[in-house]
């Protein structure tokens, strides 16, 4: 049987990172469910579909010939009918867009399907709002992650300083802001904790504190 953990939280609270390092130490095969969203956000950019038109946004998030790999380099990548996307993938205003198209329950059903085929192997650790809750509800151990809203619009800030980005922090924090209060309050498969979730708060941990965190829960709980 494949055992599934499920990493959600709000963006930034360090699930993405967190989740890929776990899915490397364990052997896993590893779902970034909000790549699904955002590659959704670049696919209908790219054919001009308005963001209101549900019917053809749901047949391209059925449709689109998506690829995750790493790169020989070990960097998590993605292709978009072969085109490597990763760059603006990563762009606060691919991750907004993505967070209106996730309200859409036609989109979030085509997803849902691609979501499920991940769980293949010995093992999948899969990150996003909705792992726990709606994908992968007898998911074997269930993980939310938070964190304050200032961390989180740090730490989004300075991965997108990394990447070349020009983003102010102020402006930053208030887009994490929107971003949370839609993920929270749609009707659709909203942010929140599983009932079974183990919370952590991760404002004052650093990503191998949180991933030893898991680790030692993985242990006690004798899941492998
Ligand atoms: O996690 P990430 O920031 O890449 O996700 C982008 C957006 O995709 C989120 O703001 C959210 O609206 C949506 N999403 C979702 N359900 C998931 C993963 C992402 O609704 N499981």
């Known amino acids: 049987m494949t055992k599934i953990i499920t990493i959600d939280g709000p963006s930034g609270s360090g699930k993405g990172t967190v989740s890929r390092l776990l899915a490397d130490k364990l052997g896993f095969h590893y779902l970034d469910s909000g ?3 955002r590659v959704l956000s670049i696919a209908a950019t ?3 579909v ?12 059925e449709h689109m010939d998506v690829m995750f790999k790493t790169s020989t380099q070990g960097n998590f990548e993605v292709l978009l009918e072969g085109e490597n996307v990763t760059r603006d993938l990563r ?4 991750g907004a867009r993505a967070s209106q198209l996730a309200a859409y329950p036609e989109v979030r059903d085509a997803l849902m399907k691609r979501q499920r085929l991940f769980a293949r192997g010995d093992g999948l650790v899969a990150d996003g709002r909705d792992m726990g809750t709606v994908v992968f509800p ?4 269930k993980i939310y992650l ?3 809203i200032d961390e989180r619009a740090k730490r989004r800030y300075k991965e997108l300083i990394e990447k070349g980005e020009d983003v102010s922090l102020r402006a930053l924090e208030d887009q994490v802001r929107a971003r949370d209060e839609r993920d929270t309050k749609r009707e659709v498969s909203p942010l929140v904790a599983a009932e079974d979730a183990i919370e952590l708060d991760t404002s004052d941990m650093s990503v191998l504190e949180v991933l030893d965190t898991v680790l030692h829960i993985i242990d006690f709980k004798r899941l492998l």
Do not use: G
Not at 138 to 141: G, I, P, Q, R, V
């Open 91 to 94: 762009m606060e205003t691919t």
């Open 50 to 61: 308005d963001t209101a038109n549900r019917t053809e946004l749901s047949l391209i998030a």
């Open 35 to 37: 790549a699904l969203y």
């Open 46 to 48: 790219r054919r001009k």
């Open 138 to 141: 007898a998911a074997d151990l």
């Open 146 to 148: 938070t964190a304050s």
